[in-house]
């Protein structure tokens, strides 16, 4: 089966910007996440969907960043204004619900701020 | 909040020796341990996971431990070889909530 696809691999724009990222899970996966990690870090969750509803967003800076699921497929991050702090990877994951086996990972999105 | 840590950030090996990274979680309600093994450039890939009605599992040359009295659980790989290289990070579910939360990695070196 075709993995998590996530584009563009690298994004570098100035403080400021705004970006976008992209993702398309595994095909019959309901549950999507997007997470952050920071260089030397573990990822850290920003939201999670269950079809196009939003399950948790409880640690996304809403202020700046905001995401969308919107037929339950294909999900979009956002981020406006970027700070220099936002350089991560951003990786999204996928799986069935409640099918932890299933949690699959992206190749990620690297963004670089200057 | 939920937490996971885990130990030690970095481990060098020889070749052919063990390797043992431990990790400790904060939610009592969490029972899925998995283990994901992360190469340059990719995403995480899931290697070995552990329930909490198991106290150890293993696959070949790797297995997981798991105390749920010290909500501590580790990662045995034996025979290491130089293609094991790589950050490996533990993590643990969100009670209920159905994602996972991550330990910050351990970069494990093996020299052949």
């Known amino acids: 089966e075709a993995g998590v696809a996530q584009s563009p691999r690298y994004k570098i724009i100035e403080k400021r910007q705004s970006v976008a990222f992209w993702c398309n899970p595994i095909?019959?996966?309901?549950?999507l996440y997007w997470y952050q990690q920071i260089l030397g870090q573990g990822p850290k969750l920003l939201i999670q969907f269950q079809n196009n509803g939003v399950v948790d967003d409880s640690q996304l800076p809403k202020d700046r960043f905001s995401a969308e699921r919107l037929k339950g497929v294909d999900s979009t991050l956002k981020i406006q204004p970027a700070k220099l702090e936002d350089s991560a990877v951003y990786l999204c994951?996928?799986?069935?619900?409640?099918?932890?086996?299933?949690?699959?990972f992206g190749s990620g999105t690297r963004l670089t701020v200057v | 909040g939920e937490n996971v840590e885990q130990h030690p950030s970095t481990l060098s090996v020889q070749e052919g020796d063990s390797a043992v990274i431990k990790c400790t979680y904060s939610?009592?309600?969490?029972?899925?341990f998995p283990w994901y093994k992360q190469e340059l450039g990719k995403g995480p890939q899931l290697i070995i996971d552990i329930r909490s009605n198991v106290g150890e599992k293993k696959d070949q040359r790797i297995a997981v431990t798991l105390n749920k009295t010290a909500k501590h659980f580790s990662l045995h790989i034996t025979e290491t070889q130089p293609e094991d290289s790589a950050v490996y990070f533990c993590?643990?579910?969100?009670?209920?909530?159905?994602?996972?939360?991550f330990g910050k990695g351990t970069k494990l070196s093996v020299k052949p």
């Open positions: 993590a643990a579910n969100r009670g209920s909530q159905g994602n996972l939360i």
């Open positions: 939610d009592s309600a969490s029972n899925y």
């Open positions: 994951a996928s799986n069935y619900v409640r099918d932890w086996r299933g949690y699959t």
């Open positions: 095909s019959g996966h309901a549950t």
